[in-house]
């Protein structure tokens, strides 16, 4: 059975479920994940409203900055800003009104965090207009369930995620790859959201939201810089 298989149950009794890794989920979660990820490719990459998107930040910080990995910098540094202020919510409006339960804030962050990995690639020269591309800069949010997801989609490259461009996935594999990332996604905004609404003094607790965002975004900063290294194409 593959990563997204069905059971083995008469079709008039099969229920709406599927298979992620060892987990069942049912076809209400399954399309939460496609859309969150959707909409992170969406806004988050090509921008909406005035969340500009990825290429046009990269392109001010290049031209702000001596080089690419300057530029890099930069990008990071704002972006950490923009995570422990919390003004995207703002930036993007009644966007983040998504057909599911998501907070805002953090739906918003993993929206900060994408734009940022795909600007650390797009400095680096990577297409991120390319569709597995694309799909590696949400894998880079995931951090070490990455190659998990990937071997349980069937993906049997290496090289890291700048490879997958290149090795041009089949698109049942890619479909499998971006469903499983929303999943591992949705969880860990469950585990994200009780740390910033489960504190007994809202104004400690948002001191400590805006620091554990902060560090949760150098992280994902740092992978990136790992696994998009610089091409032919960078700009120094």
Not at 30 to 37: K, L, P, Q, T, W
Not at 44 to 70: C, H, P, T, Y
Not at 201 to 217: Q, R
Request: charged share 20%; hydrophobic share 45%; glycine share 16%.
């Amino acid at each position: 059975m593959g990563i997204f298989g069905g059971d083995n149950q008469p079709a008039g009794d099969r229920k709406d479920v599927t298979m992620i890794g060892d987990n069942t989920v049912d076809g209400a979660n399954v399309g939460a994940a496609a859309r969150m990820v959707e909409r992170l490719m969406d806004a988050g990459i090509d921008g909406r409203g005035r969340f500009d998107s990825a290429q046009k930040i990269v392109d001010v910080a290049l031209v702000g900055n001596s080089g690419a990995e300057r530029a890099i910098d930069a990008l990071v540094r704002s972006h950490l800003r923009l995570a422990a202020t919390g003004g995207f919510v703002t930036g993007v409006g009644g966007f983040l009104a998504l057909p599911i339960a998501l907070p805002a804030n953090v739906f918003g962050f993993y929206m900060v965090a994408t734009r940022m990995v795909a600007g650390i690639a797009s400095a680096r020269g990577y297409d991120i207009s390319q569709p597995e591309l694309r799909s590696a800069v949400l894998l880079a949010l995931v951090g070490a369930d990455a190659d998990d997801l990937l071997r349980k989609a069937g993906y049997g490259g290496s090289g890291g995620l700048a490879n997958l461009a290149v090795q041009g996935l089949p698109g049942p594999v890619l479909i499998a790859v971006n469903k499983g990332i929303g999943f591992r996604l949705l969880n860990q905004v469950g585990r994200r959201s009780l740390g910033h609404f489960g504190k007994a003094a809202p104004l400690v607790g948002g001191v400590i939201g805006a620091g554990l965002d902060g560090y949760l975004l150098k992280r994902i900063a740092d992978h990136a810089r790992r696994e998009f290294p610089p091409t032919a194409r960078t700009a120094y």
